[in-house]
């Protein structure tokens, strides 16, 4: 079993910055896929961005430029650096694992922005 716990989240300004961390259970050297989704109020949720070993790094258009995803393989953590955060992204966000085509989810860490 698999276990992904996020933390880092919180109550910010528009144009500020958060880190969000989630530590894994199992060597994320080891996991080809990992990426952060959110789900804000009333919305689906949706992909943030992801990382995989071989094919590097991916972002949603909305936050390309201002949130950058890695990964630290000797601590298994990924990690989300948020800056220039707007009300928008006001969210939960997830951390998920992709193990033999199995998805894992952390419980999710809140996200506010205020305006």
């Known amino acids: ?5 996020e933390s880092g989240g919180g109550l910010v300004q528009a144009g500020g910055s ?5 530590a894994a259970s199992i060597n994320t050297f080891s996991i080809n896929y990992m990426g952060w989704y959110r789900r ?7 992909l943030v961005a992801a990382s995989t070993i071989r094919t ?3 972002y949603a258009d909305s936050v390309k430029g201002r949130f950058t ?3 630290n393989y000797a601590e298994n ?4 650096q948020m800056n220039s955060l707007k009300p928008e992204d ?3 966000y997830y951390c998920n694992a992709r193990i033999n085509n199995f998805d894992y ?8 922005v205020s305006s």
Do not use: D, F, H
């Not at 953590?77 to 989300?80: S, W």
């Open 18 to 22: 958060l880190r969000l961390s989630c």
């Open 1 to 5: 079993q698999v276990q992904l716990v």
């Open 90 to 92: 006001t969210a939960v």
């Open 40 to 46: 804000a109020p009333g919305k689906q949720r949706e």
């Open 105 to 112: 989810w952390g419980q999710g860490t809140q996200v506010t």
């Open 77 to 80: 953590t990924m990690y989300l």
């Open 56 to 58: 590097s790094t991916n």
């Open 69 to 71: 995803i890695s990964r």
